[in-house]
C-alpha cells in the first residue's frame, strides 16, 4: 500500500534531518525479507559500509547503526529504507525514540545514514533490513539486534515500549525557517522520580482500572499493554485451526483499503470475525470472503474508528491482529512569526492548518509543551484550523525558539525578550505659584502600568484635603490647592521598580505691601525660572499648556497689552487667551501648536510712563516621520534599508531611530532594535530567504517618538544559487565545443533564470561569454572556437540576486573532431518482421552514432531505393524512412548502410504489407448423405501477402437465398455441414481470411447438395458400412515452448479419434480446473490452452489427456517462463 513520507524532529539541536517510509514497528514482527519485483532493478553492491550482522544493546542504553553509499555510479540521489521484519518501514517512527540521519561528502560522494535507537526496550529486538534504491539499481543488508535486560531499569524499559512516538512530523519541501539561527538555552534540571513498578500495579488491579492507570503513568497505546499484559500472565498455546495465523499488526492510511488474510486447516470451516471484541457483520464496507483454506477480511475506506484489534475466530480458536490507520499528513498553511518584545509583555504565537480538529505538538527549544504541566505559564487555544500558543507575561526565561509540529509541517518563531526600560515622555516644569493659587506637578513616562510616590525634599507627600495625587494613563499629577509659604520647596517623583527619579522647584511668590508713590511708572516683573530656559525664551511642548503669570507694578494700575508681531491679543477666552487680575497679568495657550511658536510683546503703560518685554515661545514636538525608506540590497539572511531623515525634527535635535520589521501579510512588527540607532543606514539581519519582509522607520528626538514612516516596499532576501554541478564535455569538433551539466545543488527561493557560458585560451585570464542570451537548458554548443587550441570552459548560473560561483572544467579542452565508429542502434521492434496494412502509414526512426557525421544509404532488396516510392530524411543522429501510403509492392528488405570513410555498419529491416485475401477457388459439393453436404475446395490464388488463417463457410437454402454461417475459423480446405432440412437444396460459399480478416468476396459452390426426402426408396448397390471407430491419437504432439513472463501465451495439439474423446488439461501431472487463469478450446480436435499473463510459477510440464471408451492417448511438453531483460543494459 502507498506510505507517506514524512520528516522526523530528533531531540538535540539542529534542524531535523529526514527519514523514509511509514510504519508501526512491533516485537514480534517477522523477520523474512520482503522480496523484490523480479526484474525491476538491478541488483549491484551500493554500500561502502553496512551495519554489523548481529548488534547486541543492553535495554535503557542507545545504539546508533550506520551504512555508507558510494554515489560515484549513480544518476541521482539514493534513497535509503530502515526496514524491520518482513515489510515494516521505521520512517514514520522518527521522533523521541528512533532518529535518522543523513549527511553528503561532496569530496568522496559518499552518502552516510544513521539510525539511532535511544534508549532501546526488548520491543526493539529483531530482524532488520536496510535498503537502497537508486533508479535502475538497488542493495540491501540485513542484520539482528538482540536486547539484553538491565537490572535497574528493566520496567521502565518494558513500559516506554508502549509510549507510542506521534508518527508523521514533516518539516516540509520549502522550510526556510530552518536559516534562523535560535539562541539555545540551558535546560533545567529535572528531578528525577524514582522508579514505579506499573507491571506490578497492573497485574493486581481490576480490569476497570487499566486505563485510570495508564493515565497517570502516560501510556498511551492501551491496546498493546494489555497485549503484553496478557502474555505475561499466560503462555501461548498451539493453534490446531490455522495454518498460517494473521500478521501480528496492519498499517494503512486513512481512506485507502486494506486486507486480513489467514489460512485454516479445514476449508470447510465457518469464522468469524471480531473487532475489539465485537463480532463483525458483512457490510460494504467489511467484505468477508472463503477460498478454499483462505479466509480474508477486507475492510474498505479505512478511516480512524478501523483502528482497532481485530480476531479471527475457528470455534475455540483464535488468532490476533491490530490495525493501524495512518491520516494523511496535515500541513501548515500560516507560518510563526518572530516576537521582539519587553519583560512582561504577552506573546502569541498563531498558525493555522490545512485541516480542522488537527494535533498539534508545541515544543520550546527540545521541551514539549504539554496542556496539563505548563498551563501556569502557557495558553493553549484552537479555533477551527487556528491553533494558538500564549504566553502571559513574558521573561527572560522565555528568551529562545519555539517550534510548531504537526504531521506534515513544521514551523518556528523566534522569541527575543529585553528588560524593561522606562522613557521619560515629558518631565516635571518648576513651578511660581502665590498664595491661595493651585500648583499642578505633571509628568508623563512610557508605561502606562507604571506606579510612583511623590517627596518633598526628600519626605514622601501623603495625600490630604489640600493635595491630591492621580495616576491616569501615562500620566501622574500632584495637585496641591491653597498654596502656603511651607509649600515651597523641591519635588520629586520617583516610578516604583525603577532607579529613576524626576525633581521640580516649586517658588512661592509673597506679595508684599510697601509705600508707593501716587506717581509709580510701570514695571514688568518677569519670572526666569520655570519654563524659561534662557533669558526671555520659553520652550513648551506641543500639546501642552502655558500659563505664564507676570507681575506688574505701577500707580495708577497701568493698561497691559499683548501682542504677537503687529497683532495684539485681546481675547478673554479661547484657545489663546489673555487674563487680567489685580497687579498680575495671565498669558494662556491651552494646547501649544506649532503655529503658535514666534516672538510674544506685553506692554504696559499708565500716565508715569511705560515698560516693555519681549518673549520668545519656542513650541517643541516629537519629529515628523523619515522619508524614503527603501531596500537597496539583499543577501541570503539580510538586507540593506536606508531612508531620508525627517522634514521636520520637531525642534529638538534628533537622538536617532527605531526600525520595525514585519512578513508581508502579517500584522504584528517586530522591533530590531531597543537602543537609539543614530545613522540612515542600516543592515538588518536574522531573516528568512525567500520570505517577502516590509521595514519602517521611527525618528526619536529628546521629546519622544515620531509617527511610523510609510512602509517599504515589499522585498525578500534571497542569495545566488550555487555553482553548477557535474560540468563535462559531451562532443568536440574542429570548431565546436558541446558542454553539459546539471543544476545547482542549492537554487533557494530566487529561482535559476539560466546560465551564462564563458571560455578562454589557456594562459589567458579574459574570459569570453559565448551566448547573448542566457541558455535555459543544461546544456550549449559553444560554436567559432579555433582548431587545435586549448579552451578552458566554465557555467555560471544566474538569477535575480546574481551570478553563482563558476563551475570549471577540471583541464582545458583541445578543439579536435574526435572519431568514433559508426553504430547503428535498431529499435527492437524492428529487429523482427514488420508487418503493416495496405494503406497504412509507415514511419521509422533509426538512431545511429559515429563521428564525424556518418553518411546514411538506404538499399531494397539489394538497390538504392526509388525516392519516388520511399521518403528518407537524415540527421547527425538518426535516419528517418517513411511511405505516406503503404502498397504490396513496398514489402521487401531494407538495408541501412552506415559509412564513415573505410568504416561501416549495417542494419536489415524486414517489411512486409499485407491486405485481405482473395476467394478460396474449385468450391464443390462433394458429397451427400442423410442429412449432411462435404465439401471441398483449393486455397485463393492471392493470398493477401500473408499466411492464410481460415475459412467461413455459409449455407443458403435455394427457396430462400438466406445465407448461415456453418463454420468459422476452419483452417482445412474441406469441412461437413449437418443438420440440413430434409427435401432442400442447398449452395455454399466460403470467404477466405487472414490477418487482415475476411476476403471481400466469396466463392460460391459449382454444385448443389438436395436433401431426399425418405418416403422415396433409392435402390442403390448395398455397401458394408465402415467402422469409423477408432482410439484416440494425437496427430499434432505438444512443443516445447519459451515464453516472456506477463505476455500471454498458448500451447496447441491435435487429436482424432471416435467417440469424440473427453480432454484433460494437467500441469505437472495435476489437473488444471476451472482456473480463470487458463482457457481451455477445442476446434475440430485442434486442442488450445491459453495461459493468460503467464509468471515465474506458471512454468512447468504441461499435458494433455484424451480419452474415450476405447482408450487414452496422452502427450506433453515443458513451458519455460523466463524474465524479460533489456540488452542496452547489459
Not at 546544456?779 to 579552451?791: A, D, M, N, S
Request: proline share 6%; net charge negative.
Amino acid at each position: 500500500m502507498p506510505e507517506s513520507v514524512p520528516a522526523a524532529k530528533p531531540e538535540g539541536e539542529g534542524d531535523p534531518f529526514p527519514a523514509d517510509g511509514d510504519s508501526e514497528a512491533d516485537g514480534d514482527a517477522e523477520t523474512n525479507p520482503a522480496q523484490e519485483d523480479p526484474g525491476s532493478t538491478e541488483l549491484t553492491g551500493l554500500f561502502v559500509e553496512r551495519p554489523p550482522d548481529n548488534v547486541v544493546a543492553v535495554a535503557g542504553t542507545d545504539i546508533t547503526l550506520i551504512a555508507k553509499v558510494d554515489s560515484t555510479t549513480l544518476t541521482r540521489k539514493p534513497t535509503l529504507k530502515w526496514l524491520k521484519g518482513k515489510w515494516l518501514d521505521l520512517g514514520s517512527k522518527a521522533g523521541k525514540h528512533l532518529q535518522f540521519k543523513e549527511t553528503y561528502d561532496r569530496n568522496t560522494k559518499v552518502y552516510t545514514y544513521e539510525m539511532k535507537i535511544i534508549k532501546v526496550v526488548p520491543g526493539d529486538a529483531g530482524g532488520y533490513r536496510c535498503e537502497v534504491t537508486a533508479k535502475d539499481k538497488c542493495d540491501s543488508t540485513t542484520f539482528e539486534v538482540s536486547i539484553e535486560s538491565a537490572q535497574q531499569e528493566e520496567q521502565a524499559d518494558i513500559l516506554s515500549a508502549f509510549k507510542r512516538a506521534d508518527a508523521g512530523e514533516d518539516e516540509g519541501d520549502l522550510d526556510f525557517s530552518a536559516l534562523l539561527k535560535a539562541t539555545k538555552k540551558k535546560k533545567k534540571p529535572q528531578k528525577e522520580e524514582p522508579p514505579i513498578d506499573v507491571w506490578e500495579l497492573l497485574k493486581s488491579a481490576h480490569p476497570s482500572e487499566y486505563e485510570k492507570i495508564a493515565f497517570e503513568y502516560g501510556i498511551t497505546d492501551l491496546r498493546g499493554m494489555l497485549k503484553r499484559l496478557k502474555k505475561m500472565k499466560a503462555e501461548p498455546k498451539h493453534s490446531e485451526a490455522f495454518l498460517k495465523k494473521l500478521e501480528s499488526c496492519y498499517s494503512v492510511e486513512k481512506g485507502k483499503k486494506i486486507v486480513l488474510k489467514c489460512e485454516v486447516v479445514d476449508p470447510n470451516v465457518p469464522v468469524k470475525w471480531l473487532k475489539n471484541g465485537q463480532e463483525i457483520k458483512p457490510s460494504a464496507k467489511y467484505v468477508m470472503e472463503a477460498n478454499g483454506n483462505v479466509r480474508t477480511l477486507t475492510i474498505n475506506k479505512a478511516t480512524l474508528a478501523d483502528d482497532a484489534a481485530y480476531e479471527c475466530v475457528v470455534g475455540e480458536d483464535k488468532c490476533f491482529t491490530e490495525v493501524f490507520v495512518k491520516e494523511p499528513p496535515v500541513t501548515i498553511t500560516k507560518l510563526m512569526d518572530d516576537y521582539h518584545v519587553v519583560v512582561g509583555e504577552r506573546v502569541e504565537f498563531e498558525i493555522e492548518v490545512s485541516e480542522e480538529g488537527a494535533h498539534v505538538m508545541w515544543f520550546f527549544e527540545d521541551t514539549e509543551l504539554h496542556k496539563d504541566k505548563d498551563s501556569s505559564k502557557y495558553r493553549f487555544k484552537k479555533d477551527g484550523k487556528k491553533h494558538t500558543l500564549i504566553i502571559q507575561e513574558a521573561t527572560l526565561e522565555d528568551i529562545g525558539m519555539y517550534h510548531a509540529w504537526t504531521n506534515g509541517g513544521h514551523t518556528k518563531g523566534e522569541v527575543e525578550v529585553e528588560e524593561k526600560e522606562l522613557e521619560v515622555l515629558q518631565d516635571i516644569a518648576d513651578l511660581t505659584v502665590k498664595a491661595s493659587d493651585q500648583a499642578l506637578f505633571k509628568c508623563e513616562v512610557s508605561d502606562d502600568k507604571v506606579t510612583g510616590k511623590w517627596y518633598k525634599d526628600g519626605v514622601e507627600v501623603l495625600p490630604s484635603e489640600r493635595i491630591k495625587m492621580t495616576h491616569v494613563g501615562r500620566f501622574h499629577r500632584l495637585f496641591i490647592d491653597d498654596v502656603k509659604p511651607e509649600d515651597a520647596g523641591d519635588y520629586t517623583f520617583v516610578p516604583d521598580g525603577y532607579a529613576l527619579s524626576l525633581s521640580a522647584k516649586l517658588n512661592f511668590l509673597e506679595i508684599k505691601i510697601d509705600y508707593v508713590p501716587r506717581q509709580d511708572p510701570p514695571k514688568i516683573h518677569l519670572d526666569t525660572t520655570g519654563n524659561m530656559v534662557s533669558q526671555n525664551t520659553i520652550i513648551v511642548v506641543a500639546g501642552n499648556k502655558l500659563r505664564l503669570d507676570v507681575e506688574i507694578t505701577g500707580e495708577p494700575a497701568p493698561t497691559v497689552v499683548w501682542s504677537k508681531g503687529d497683532q495684539p491679543i485681546s481675547n478673554a477666552e479661547g484657545r489663546v487667551r489673555v487674563e487680567t487680575k489685580k497687579d498680575l497679568s495671565c498669558f494662556v495657550i491651552e494646547g501649544a501648536e506649532r503655529e503658535d511658536e514666534g516672538n510674544y510683546t506685553i506692554c504696559v503703560t499708565n500716565p508715569a510712563g511705560e515698560d516693555k518685554a519681549v518673549l520668545f515661545i519656542k513650541i517643541v514636538d516629537v519629529p515628523d516621520p523619515p522619508e524614503h525608506v527603501k531596500c537597496t540590497s539583499v543577501g541570503e539572511d539580510c538586507a540593506t534599508i536606508i531612508w531620508d531623515p525627517p522634514k521636520f525634527d520637531g525642534g529638538a535635535p534628533l537622538k536617532g531611530y527605531l526600525m520595525e520589521r514585519k512578513k508581508k501579510g502579517s500584522t504584528r512588527w517586530t522591533k530590531l532594535n531597543f537602543d537609539v540607532y543614530d545613522s540612515t543606514t542600516y543592515e538588518a539581519k536574522r531573516m528568512i530567504e525567500g520570505i517577502l519582509y516590509e521595514m519602517r522607520v521611527f525618528a526619536i528626538n529628546s521629546i519622544g517618538m515620531s509617527q511610523p514612516s510609510p512602509t517599504s516596499k515589499p522585498f525578500m532576501p534571497i542569495a545566488p544559487t550555487s555553482e553548477p554541478t557535474r560540468l563535462s564535455v559531451h562532443d568536440v569538433t574542429d570548431s565546436t565545443c558541446t558542454l553539459k551539466w546539471l543544476a545547482p545543488e542549492k537554487i533557494g527561493a530566487g529561482g535559476l533564470d539560466g546560465y551564462v557560458i564563458e571560455y578562454c585560451k589557456e594562459g589567458d585570464t579574459e574570459w569570453v561569454v559565448a551566448n547573448t542570451e542566457l541558455c535555459e537548458r543544461q546544456g550549449f554548443v559553444v560554436r567559432g572556437l579555433p582548431v587545435g587550441e586549448k579552451i578552458n570552459f566554465r557555467v555560471v548560473a544566474v538569477n535575480i540576486a546574481g551570478r553563482s560561483p563558476p563551475a570549471t572544467l577540471a583541464q582545458p579542452v583541445t578543439i579536435r573532431e574526435i572519431m568514433e565508429y559508426p553504430k547503428i542502434r535498431l529499435p527492437r521492434e524492428l529487429r523482427t518482421k514488420y508487418i503493416r496494412k495496405v494503406g497504412e502509414k509507415i514511419n521509422l526512426t533509426i538512431p545511429f552514432q559515429g563521428k564525424p557525421r556518418p553518411v546514411a544509404t538506404w538499399y531494397k532488396d539489394g538497390q538504392p531505393i526509388d525516392p519516388k516510392m520511399v521518403n528518407v530524411r537524415n540527421s547527425n543522429v538518426d535516419s528517418i524512412l517513411f511511405i505516406r501510403s503503404a502498397e504490396r509492392e513496398h514489402s521487401g528488405t531494407y538495408e541501412l548502410v552506415l559509412k564513415i570513410e573505410n568504416m561501416e555498419d549495417r542494419a536489415t529491416i524486414n517489411i512486409r504489407i499485407v491486405e485481405k485475401p482473395g476467394p478460396p477457388v474449385n468450391v464443390k459439393v462433394t458429397d451427400v448423405w442423410g442429412f449432411n453436404a462435404a465439401l471441398e475446395w483449393e486455397p485463393p490464388k492471392d493470398d493477401g501477402n500473408c499466411e492464410i488463417t481460415g475459412y467461413t463457410i455459409q449455407k443458403a437454402d435455394m427457396k430462400t437465398r438466406e445465407w448461415y454461417t456453418v463454420y468459422e475459423h476452419n483452417r482445412r480446405t474441406n469441412c461437413t455441414a449437418s443438420d440440413l432440412i430434409m427435401g432442400n437444396e442447398y449452395t455454399f460459399r466460403i470467404f477466405s481470411e487472414n490477418l487482415c480478416g475476411l476476403s471481400e468476396e466469396a466463392r460460391q459452390s459449382k454444385n448443389t447438395a438436395v436433401i431426399a426426402k425418405t418416403g422415396l426408396e433409392l435402390k442403390s448397390t448395398p455397401y458394408k458400412e465402415k467402422d469409423v471407430a477408432c482410439v484416440p491419437k494425437f496427430t499434432q504432439p505438444l512443443v516445447d515452448r519459451s515464453v516472456v513472463a506477463g505476455y500471454s501465451t498458448a500451447i496447441s495439439c491435435a487429436v482424432k479419434g471416435f467417440p469424440r474423446p473427453k480432454i484433460i488439461w494437467m500441469k505437472n501431472k495435476m489437473i488444471i480446473g476451472e482456473d480463470p487463469k487458463y482457457l481451455m478450446q477445442n476446434n475440430q480436435g485442434v486442442l488450445t490452452l491459453n495461459i493468460r499473463k503467464p509468471s515465474t510459477f506458471d512454468g512447468g510440464k504441461y499435458s494433455c489427456m484424451a480419452v474415450n471408451e476405447l482408450g487414452k492417448d496422452e502427450v506433453e511438453c515443458k513451458l519455460e517462463i523466463r524474465v524479460a531483460t533489456d540488452p542496452d543494459k547489459k
